[in-house]
């Protein structure tokens, strides 16, 4: 099943008041890493998958790529990514990320964010992304690190003074669907280990070029409860080359 929350207007309208929603990148906390390993975009062929607003694809254009495609099942987020990218060419097609299907060597670039822990078949993604690539590219991903997925309860464990005592890890193992809360329940996540990520982009032919477990960085870090991100990683970053 391909769930798409970000069509109700109830979640549409929480995501919408995110920090990385309303300042773009710089308000991604994950951006300060995944900016360094975004490789050279001027005059290459970038493909977003799961591109919500578009940011991504707004900075590949900014930084004179030759053409931007993004890919998102949600009409909500494309209908707000087609208006903030007004005038620049960037191209929007509503589908699923499972479903893409593109002509072999056809990217230099496909880069993903937050969006591979809503799909349930990572490998075959993967396949896909490399099928598409050009020999040389890059394939760069960032997803809700395994620590942060395994259990459906994504939150930490408080003390009666209502401080954050620490994180809860358990059926770190055990992969698979999640039922979860994010800006409303029932949201549908899949957890996978680390080793299940990286072994998946080595077996569909990628090299392995960087793996990143962001901490915040240190201009976020008197934000309200910014400092407990250092107690345990929040988010995963792989980077690899075809």
Not at 154 to 174: C, I, R, T, V
Not at 187 to 216: D, M, S
Request: net charge negative; aromatic share 12%.
């Amino acid at each position: 099943m391909k769930q798409n929350k970000y069509d109700e207007a109830e979640f549409f309208d929480a995501y919408g008041k995110m920090e990385r929603s309303l300042k773009g990148l710089e308000g991604a906390g994950e951006w300060h890493v995944l900016r360094t390993l975004i490789p050279e975009l001027r005059d290459r062929s970038v493909l977003d998958l799961g591109c919500g607003y578009g940011w991504h694809c707004l900075y590949a254009h900014e930084q004179g790529a030759s053409d931007v495609t993004g890919i998102d099942i949600s009409a909500k987020m494309l209908e707000k990514a087609s208006t903030l990218a007004q005038g620049t060419g960037i191209q929007y097609m509503r589908l699923p990320v499972e479903d893409i299907v593109f002509p072999p060597d056809r990217f230099d670039v496909v880069i993903s964010s937050l969006a591979f822990h809503y799909v349930e078949d990572f490998g075959a993604i993967c396949e896909k992304i490399y099928n598409c690539m050009k020999p040389g590219g890059t394939f760069l991903f960032s997803v809700e690190h395994p620590v942060f997925t395994a259990r459906s309860e994504q939150s930490w464990e408080y003390g009666e003074d209502g401080k954050a005592l620490y994180w809860p890890l358990d059926n770190y193992q055990s992969e698979g669907q999640r039922i979860t809360s994010f800006l409303t329940d029932n949201v549908v996540k899949y957890h996978r280990t680390l080793a299940t990520y990286i072994n998946a982009v080595i077996q569909a032919g990628f090299v392995v070029t960087a793996v990143a477990e962001p901490k915040p960085a240190e201009d976020k870090l008197d934000i309200p409860g910014m400092r407990d991100e250092l107690r345990r990683p929040m988010f995963l970053i792989i980077s690899a080359t075809k």
